[in-house]
């Protein structure tokens, strides 16, 4: 299979000009995308690098051994109320936006929202 070196990436992008870049790799057993026509793409052994441009973008490359496309079963969102979205946004000191998005992730439970929030945080 195709190798992905972050190495050699970070060293074309710098080539290119793109001087402040993190590179950086991801292990993972399988890489799943979502798309909101109800499909789904999944991609097995996968290999991920995931590039982080100045100014908080990112790139992420995946290079996997096979891919499946399948129907997504569309699941009910859980109910969110606007006074729980607030109660986040000030406890993690991000938006309304951002904190729904934990929330939805999070299947509405607070705790996790909030924890998934920091995680990220502390990852960037």
């Known amino acids: 299979m195709f190798s992905l070196n972050p190495s050699d990436i970070k060293r074309q992008l ?5 001087k402040n870049v993190d590179v950086e790799t991801v292990e993972a057993e ?3 995308i979502r798309s909101e026509g109800g499909k789904e793409l999944v991609a097995y ?3 991920v690098v995931i590039i982080k441009m100045p100014g908080g973008t990112a790139m992420i ?3 996997a051994q096979s891919i499946e496309e399948r129907e997504r079963s569309i699941e009910e969102a859980p109910s ?3 006074e729980d979205v607030r109660l986040v946004a000030e406890q993690t000191g991000v938006s309304l936006e951002e904190a729904r998005k934990a ?3 999070a299947g509405g439970d607070i705790a996790a929202a ?3 929030i920091e995680e990220r945080k502390q990852a960037s």
Not at 14 to 18: A, E, H, K, P
């Open 61 to 63: 490359q995946i290079v």
């Open 103 to 105: 929330l939805e992730e």
């Open 114 to 116: 909030i924890l998934l």
């Open 80 to 82: 969110i109320s606007e």
């Open 14 to 18: 710098r080539r290119l000009g793109l």
């Open 30 to 32: 399988e890489v799943i």
């Open 45 to 47: 052994s996968p290999q």
